[in-house]
DNA sequence: ATTGACAACGCAAACGTTTTCGTGTTGAAA
DNA sequence: TTTCAACACGAAAACGTTTGCGTTGTCAAT
């Protein structure tokens, strides 16, 4: 087997092992071929200077020619850091979650980190263990969003825990305030309000709400803007047009429920003119059920649901949402953790960085 | 400190580092703290008959009120595998790749492994790099679908070098028959045949098809299926009645073209009665375009897609489709990896699984 | 001929495990 | 008292790296 570096130089090897080579090539494999030390071998791909400018090249062909690349494991041994984070999400089949990977997912690959993602399903148990496997070594910090049903429980030990151990965590859209880590959301409550505003200015008098129980953060937030927005536009909320749907059943496979509630909730008040939901299936669902009901949209009722998903864009009428810019949340969250992870001094001062969003108007609106 | 272990013994620890803990603990801390062996520490922890009882309950107690946990890189270095597969898809937001992701992440927890996940974003350059960092040591195996622009290159060189370094892949959706490794794919051809013949026994005469370039695999598949389907139902394929639409641009965000294709189509052939969409996007725009021009589905028309998704259940009218079953397929393919790497001897005979579509009727079919 | 400097390389430790094998201590059998 | 097995434990190698430092060998200067 004949290598040619250069013009200059020819470097002959014999094949180390006459087989197909399976295993892959590692330091020492190139040293015993090359008749140096490990250590030797070692330096002169990293083109130290205490080698030999001839020694560097044979050992560099043959490292070339064999296709060495480092063991990542040993590296990640030897330098007490793996470049490679958790992500821990409630649901992947699902288009803001999927966003926020995406977002995540490209910065990893700017700063070469690898990205271990897990499911909570929204179960508590699922997330403590799929923190408590990944917790031991295998990665540096972790990104994630809480499970609704870790919410619903408030137990967070599991945050704290990681955290004691040394463990950067950021957290993403639903977060704890109590726990001592950096965090990324959006402004619910504004949010919230800008769609209030925006049905208010258009001429609903009637609004009705769509949402989840409380113990959601992003419901209640979500809830609280619409409650402030109409006092300040001077309308007394009415209990009878806020709707809190129970999401223990999710909604996807309970669709005939979420139904038959919004069905009454509109039959029950026939002056309601405007919906906010807050989220994209809720208002979809609202649309066709008030469509059923023989309601136009948007002559009679308009309609505007938080996070801007497929749906909205497909849907008829495509339906005005609220963007929340998951992917622009993974990017900001990846980076936040990876600065810290990068920064030596560890800084006991976390940041809480708010995304705006963003009111897309389409046809569900005037 | 103490440290109640039964009601017989009781084990008096004093805090090794007065501040808290913050890096994690290992063998070594603990063996120092109780002046034995690191060896003993591991054997005592792992149960071995070697210890006496009296180490061994010390031992274990230490390392639970210290919440010791092997560390896993370590480990993955010892044990030559790390327990992590990679996962490279070509993108995230699409509602059958985090099927099967949900699906790999359901059987990984199950046999406890963890999951890299690598987007390709139908690039490539970046299928190439995604493969060539995690191929070094950090995984054990991968579970990959081929980016567009892969498949149109037809390069394949980074999947067999990855193969020839020992190092298992498994295929799925779009796959490449002479690639040496196991496959999970969908039946293309023979579910374009079940919607075709489903069109033509309720009736429809003429049938357009929407569907993409070939280079695609999976769009050639249920292309030759709209063919042979006809032939078989008696009629002949009519060239004008097929768009093959270019998906370098893709659709998502160039919908007007997608929208002007569409429209050409069927204005130029007012007979059309049937529409067969390659996928969700595809079939909802034509019933879209299809309403515009003032046609009912499914009275003057019917329309049924490929892949079921989040779309098709939610459009107004629903869309009848043909479901994918990404989870299982996903489940599959983890099943298929995870048993190949438990298996000593390695066996050059490559499966591949074949996952039957079904179609799912709805309202955009009689 | 003796020094000293410098170039070129090897040794060994370290990261955190597991496991084989060796060793020292006991107690009982001879 | 000697011998030997059983017991309980420790030393060291191995997985694949990187790196500080010690060790050679060569050659010019004294």
């Given at each position: 087997m004949v290598f040619r570096k250069t013009a200059i130089k020819t470097y002959e090897f014999h094949i180390?092992?006459?087989?197909?080579?399976?295993r892959k090539v590692t330091l020492k494999h190139i040293a015993k071929e090359l008749d140096v030390s490990i250590s030797t071998v070692s330096k002169a791909l990293r083109n130290?200077?205490?080698?030999?400018e001839d020694t560097k090249e044979k050992v560099q062909a043959f490292a070339k020619l064999y296709n060495y690349k480092p063991n990542n494991i040993a590296l990640s041994l030897k330098n007490r850091k793996t470049k490679t984070i958790g992500v821990i999400i409630?649901?992947?089949?699902?288009y803001f979650f999927s966003m926020v990977i995406r977002g995540i997912e490209r910065i990893a690959l700017e700063r070469g980190y690898n990205v271990i993602v897990g499911l909570s399903n929204e179960s508590f148990d699922k997330e403590v263990i799929n923190m408590e496997t990944l917790a031991n070594?295998?990665?540096d910090g972790f990104i994630l969003s809480i499970s609704k049903e870790t919410l619903f429980q408030q137990d967070y030990h599991h945050f704290n825990e990681t955290i004691n151990q040394g463990m950067p965590i950021v957290m993403f859209d639903?977060?704890?305030?109590?726990?001592p880590c950096d965090k990324v959301i959006v402004d619910d409550l504004d949010g919230s309000k800008k769609a209030i505003n925006k049905l208010v200015s258009n001429g609903c008098k009637n609004i009705a709400l769509i949402t989840t129980k409380d113990y959601v953060s992003v419901g209640r937030l979500r809830t609280q803007g619409y409650m402030e927005a109409l006092s300040e536009n001077g309308i007394a909320p009415n209990a009878e047009l806020i709707l809190k749907v129970d999401d223990k059943l999710e909604a996807e496979n309970h669709l005939d429920v979420l139904e038959q509630s919004i069905e009454q909730l509109i039959r029950n008040n026939a002056t309601i003119d405007g919906i906010y939901a807050v989220n994209e299936l809720y208002a979809m669902t609202s649309m066709k059920v008030a469509r059923k009901l023989?309601?136009?949209?948007?002559?009679d009722l308009q309609v505007i649901g938080f996070t801007d998903g497929v749906l909205s864009r497909h849907s008829s009428p495509t339906l005005t949402t609220l963007s929340q810019h998951g992917q622009q949340m993974g990017e900001k969250a990846a980076e936040l953790l990876f600065d810290r992870l990068e920064n030596?001094?560890?800084?006991?001062i976390y940041q809480t960085i708010v995304i705006n969003t963003e009111l897309i108007e389409r046809e569900s609106t005037k």
């Open positions: 180390f092992d006459s087989k197909i080579m399976k130290s200077v205490e080698i030999s409630p649901e992947i089949v699902h070594g295998s990665i639903r977060v704890i305030n109590e726990i023989g309601k136009n949209i948007p002559e030596e001094e560890e800084n006991e």
